[in-house]
């Protein structure tokens, strides 16, 4: 059991460093599409908050779902429908406030992805699935421990 506690710790560490990194630089990427540098700076500080917290989460998850003998598509998987979920639950709760502020940019791809509850939970959705795929990949292999197999043995 104490094997179990070090691979959830381990793992959680590892995947909120993955997240907040991974976070950033969606963060920055999607920033971008505002064409400003104060749009760009939050986006960065609210992908890597957000994708630490994501990562933190699916390095746990993704420990209990692949373990040791789990492969790096297992955690991919876990990943990606967990950072989904995570993403639409925490979307639906954006305030309006927000959504009018990245409105006041007029840039017209972000009124469109801002433009109700629906949008902007599938963006963030979107974004979180990315960055929880990415860390659920990179744990799920990093734990992985391959089975020997006995050449001796005829097959």
Known sequence: MSENKQLYLKSSIFGAGLGMGFGALLGAITGALSVSWNGVLFSVIAGAVLGMFTGALTGAITARTAGRTGGVSIGAYTG???????GGILGIFIPDAFRAS????????????????????VLLSFLLSLTATMVGSWISGRNFQARIQDTNRPQ
Do not use: S, Y
Request: aromatic residues 14%; glycine residues 12%; proline residues 0%.
């Open 80 to 86: 990606m429908f967990f950072g989904a979920v995570l």
């Open 102 to 121: 990245v409105a006041g940019f007029h840039v017209l791809i972000l009124d469109v992805l801002t433009q109700g509850r629906f949008e902007t939970a």
